[in-house]
């Protein structure tokens, strides 16, 4: 078992930044994958980012692709997402979600059995 606390998100003008954090506990072996999804109202839940267990490999969806980075600080279990010149569009309620089996690099949000209870993120414009 896995838990995932997330934390960071406000309300924020566009154009400014903010940065999440997700602290993993319990069972989190090594070659885990940790990601960022999000979801807006009447929306289906995205992949914005993910990163390999050793904080190298890192990938992004193409809308966030240049303006939002992904760290993962493996001996803490921590992942952050800083998030530069947001838009109105990415208001949403962002999870953090983790995946024990090292699929979902991809994306796809059903390789991740592990999910945080998110945090809302509004960006005014």
């Known amino acids: 078992q896995v838990s995932l606390v997330e934390s960071g998100g406000g309300l924020v003008q566009a154009d400014t930044s903010l940065r999440l954090s997700c602290i993993a506990s319990?069972?989190?072996?090594?070659?885990?994958?940790m990601s960022w999804f999000r979801q807006a109202p009447g929306k289906e839940r995205q992949f914005v980012a993910a990163?390999?267990?050793?904080?190298?490999?890192?990938n992004y969806a193409d809308s966030v692709r240049g303006r939002f980075t992904i760290y993962r600080e493996k001996a803490k279990n921590t992942m952050s997402l800083q998030m530069n010149s947001l838009k109105p569009e990415d208001t949403a309620v962002y999870y953090c979600?983790?995946?024990?089996?090292?699929?979902?690099?991809?994306?796809?949000?059903?390789?991740?059995?592990?999910w945080g209870q998110g945090t809302q993120v509004i960006v005014s414009s």
């Open positions: 979600a983790f995946s024990s089996t090292g699929l979902g690099f991809d994306g796809r949000a059903d390789h991740y059995e592990f």
């Open positions: 990163v390999r267990w050793r904080g190298v490999e890192k």
């Open positions: 319990g069972r989190t072996f090594a070659g885990n994958i």
